[in-house]
C-alpha cells in the first residue's frame, strides 16, 4: 500500500494529520505543493481539488484507489484498514 499526503506549508490540518499517521504506523510520502508545481497540477487537473490535506492511497501500485480530501479520521481508518 502507498499512502501519498498532499499539503502547504501553512496548512494546520496537514501538520495534524502527519502526526496523526505517525501515531499510527502508518508510512507515507509527503508532497508540499507550494514546492512542487506538478504535484499541485496533479490535485488541480486531475482530482479537481484546490484544498489540502488531500490523501491518496494506492492499493496496487499506480492504481489510486482512495481520495480522502481533508483530514478524516473516519475515512482514514478505514482505508487504511486501522479498524480491524
Known amino acids: ?6 499539503g502547504t506549508t501553512n496548512c494546520a490540518f496537514c ?5 496523526w499517521l505517525d501515531s499510527k504506523g502508518v ?11 506538478s504535484a ?3 490535485l488541480e487537473e486531475t482530482l ?3 484544498a489540502v490535506p488531500v490523501t491518496t ?3 496496487s501500485e499506480g ?9 478524516d479520521r473516519k ?10
Request: no cysteine; hydrophobic share 40%; aromatic share 10%.
Open 75 to 84: 475515512k482514514l481508518t478505514e482505508a487504511l484498514g486501522l479498524d480491524k
Open 48 to 50: 479537481d481539488i484546490q
Open 27 to 37: 508510512e507515507y510520502k509527503y508532497i508540499n505543493i507550494d514546492e512542487d508545481e
Open 15 to 19: 501538520k495534524v494529520e502527519k502526526q
Open 1 to 6: 500500500m502507498k499512502v501519498t499526503v498532499f
Open 63 to 71: 492504481t489510486i484507489t482512495h481520495v480522502i480530501h481533508g483530514f
Open 40 to 42: 499541485k497540477a496533479f
Open 57 to 59: 492511497i494506492e492499493k
